[in-house]
């Protein structure tokens, strides 16, 4: 599996969150919206999209409702809930932290001695 695709793993559960914290969406909205504001680089397709949502449903952080529209055609909208808004919170900070960390690691440039026994 590519990097980008471990990467995205990671962090689904909370760009869900995010663009549901900002309106109610139904699900090929959040897919359309995620690919447009990412400009192509965070696309997930729809089978993986939805047990996550069902997932952050048993926790109480989204929650669904079926609104018809039209004569016979019904849509689910997703909205999400206070403590799905607490659990972004936490999740945005930890995940602050942890890019942080890794940048610093990254752009650090230190030459470290070897630890390999020297041959005698």
């Known amino acids: 599996m590519?990097?980008?695709e471990n990467l995205k793993r990671?962090?689904?559960?909370?760009?869900?969150?995010?663009?549901?914290s900002e309106r109610e969406m139904y699900g090929y909205e959040i897919l359309s919206e995620m690919k447009e504001r990412s400009n192509g680089q965070f696309a997930i397709k729809d089978g993986s999209?939805?047990?996550?949502?069902?997932?952050?449903?048993?926790?109480?952080?989204?929650?669904?409702?079926?609104?018809?529209?039209?004569r016979r055609r019904t849509r689910v909208y997703y909205h999400i809930t206070e403590l799905g808004k607490e659990h972004l919170e936490t999740i945005k900070e930890e995940y602050k932290a942890v890019t942080k960390g890794?940048?610093?690691?990254?752009?650090?440039?230190?030459t470290l001695p070897s630890s390999r026994p020297a041959n005698k």
Do not use: N
């Open 102 to 110: 890794i940048t610093e690691l990254l752009d650090s440039h230190v």
């Open 10 to 20: 990671g962090t689904v559960e909370m760009v869900l969150l995010h663009l549901l």
């Open 49 to 70: 999209m939805y047990p996550i949502l069902y997932r952050m449903i048993d926790k109480g952080f989204i929650e669904d409702e079926q609104v018809l529209v039209g």
């Open 2 to 4: 590519r990097v980008r």
